[in-house]
C-alpha cells in the first residue's frame, strides 16, 4: 500500500512501510563477547552459534542514534521523556531513544511473515505498525527513518495538519496550549469531535498543570524544541458526510525562536510547514496602550511575512489571537459589548455541531475594529500580506493569581500561582476556525473574511476618486473628448462595482 507520511519532527516525507523501529531487546556492551573469546572456543557447532548470536546481539546494543542526536543537537538535546518502568522491574532503565533502531526490511533484525517469509505482516489497513525482533519481542514503537523521533500510535494513516502555536516570549503560548489540551474533552464535544491524545500529549499536560495551587510552567528554554503534540481527532465530516480521524500536530514554539535569526533558521521549518498559525499577541504588545517595544508588526508578524510572503503560502489560515484577555476587560479596554461577549461560552452552532459564527463574526468584527485603534500597523500588515486570517481574544487563566515561593530559574523572577479555579475564556474558538478553514466542521452562516473586507475598501476607495474625477470632467464643459473619457470612467466604476459584488458574494 503507497501511503506517504510526513514526519512532525524532520518534514522527511516517505512510505508507510519505509518506517523504522526501536527494539524492545537492548543489549550493553557487557552482554557481547569480544570476538576473541569467541576465537579461543573449542571449534564446533556451539562456537559457531555462539559467533552467531554474538553478532546479531551487536544490532541491539542501546544508543542513541547518530540521526536522532544530530537532529537533537540543533537543539541542544532531545526533549524526549521516557515514563519511567515501576521500581522493582528487571532489567536495565534505558531512555526510549537509546532502544537500538531496527529494520523490518532486515531479516536479521525482524521475524519475517510465517507465510509469506519475504517480509513482515502488515495490520488490517495494510499498515506496516509492529514488528518481532530475531530474539521473540514485540515491537510496536515505529521510527522516521531519516531522523529517527517517535512516530505516535497511528500517525500517517489519516491526514495530517500541523499546526504552531507562535508568539513573543511570556505572551502565554504554554499556558494556552496545556489548559486547550487539558480540557479537549469539552471543546471537542461542543463540534461533535472524540479527541484521541497519545502518551506525549498527555505528558506535556502533566508536566505543564495548570490548576490552582500549582505554580504557573516556567518559560519554555528558547533554544530547545518541545516535543510535537500529536493528537487524532475523530468526527463526522460535514462536507463529506463521513466518519473520519485526523491527526493534527501542534507546536509550542519558544518565543524567542520566533525573533532572533538563528531561532528562525532552526525553528522556522516548523513555521513554513504549518497548515494553520496561532498566533498569541500579549496584551503589553498594544504600543499605543502600554508603550512597550515589543510591536507586532516587528517581531512575530514580520518573522511570519519573511517566511511565507511570496512562497504562495500566505494563503495558509492565520488566528491572530491576543492572550489575556481578562486583563484588557479588567481594565475596560474592549469596551462593555466586547468584553460581555468574550466572558461568554463558546457555543455550538445551533442546530448542529459546527462552527457558531452568527456569534463569533459579531466578536471578529468588534477586535477588528479594537486593531484599527490600537494596532492599525499590524491590522494593515495583515490585510496585505494574508489572504486568510481572523481576530481571537482569549484568556487561559481568568482568575487570581498570587506570588509563588519558586522563583523562576530563567530571570529569577518570582513565579505565579492560580489561587482559585482557572475560568479560560474562549481558548477553543482560534481551533475551531482552523477546523472550519481545513473543512473538518461547517458554520451556520458565513465566517467574516477581513482580507475580503480589505480589498472591498480599497476598491471603494478607487471607486471614490473616479467619482471625483468624472464630476470634474463634468465641471469642465469644453474640454476635448470630455464625453469619450466620461464614457471610459464610468465603465471603469461598473467593472469596480462588479468586482465588490462577487467579492461580497464570496
Ligand atoms: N492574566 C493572565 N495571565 C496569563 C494568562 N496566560 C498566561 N499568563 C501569564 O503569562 C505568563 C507566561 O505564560 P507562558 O505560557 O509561560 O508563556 P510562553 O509564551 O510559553 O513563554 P515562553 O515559554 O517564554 O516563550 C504566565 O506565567 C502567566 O503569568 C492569562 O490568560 N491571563
Ligand atoms: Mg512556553
Ligand atoms: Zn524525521
Known sequence: MEQRIICPYCFEEFNQDDVLFRAETCFTEDDILEDFDIDMMEDGQKKIEMREENELKKAFLAKEHPSYRSFWSKYNGTTEQTRKRKSGMLGHNFENYQKPIISPKNPRHVIFDNQSKTGVKLDKDGFLTSVTDIFGKHTSNRVCPECCNPLPINYGKFPVKFISVIGITRAGKTVYLSTLLDNMYIYADKIGMTPLPNDAVNF?????????????????????????????????????????????????????????????????????????????????QFTRIFGEAHAMINSVLGTIIGLFVGKQYCEIPIALCISKADRLIEDNLFGEALSELLKSDVKSAADFHGFCASEYNEISKKLDDFYRIQDNPTRNALKTSFNNFNFFAVSSLNCHLSESDEHSDLNGEKMLMPTENPHPLRIEEP?????????????????????????????NMEIKELNNSRVELENSRFRIGRNQRIKEINNLIQNKQQEIESLSHY
Open 204 to 284: 506535556f499536560i502533566e508536566s505543564n498543570k495548570i490548576g490552582r495551587g500549582i505554580t504557573l510552567p516556567q518559560g519554555t528554554s528558547p533554544e530547545r524544541l518541545s516535543q510535537p503534540l500529536c493528537y487524532n481527532l475523530r468526527y463526522f465530516h460535514q462536507g463529506k458526510h463521513v466518519q473520519e480521524t485526523s491527526t493534527f500536530v501542534l507546536y509550542d514554539i519558544a518565543g524567542e525562536n520566533c525573533v532572533s535569526p538563528e531561532g528562525i533558521e532552526n525553528f522556522g521549518p516548523f513555521i513554513s510547514h504549518s497548515d494553520g498559525i496561532i498566533i498569541l499577541q500579549d496584551p503589553k
Open 431 to 459: 481551533l475551531f476556525w482552523l477546523f472550519n478553514q481545513f473543512g473538518f466542521i461547517k458554520s451556520d452562516i458565513p465566517v467574516i473574511q477581513h482580507a475580503i473586507v480589505g480589498k472591498i475598501e480599497k476598491i
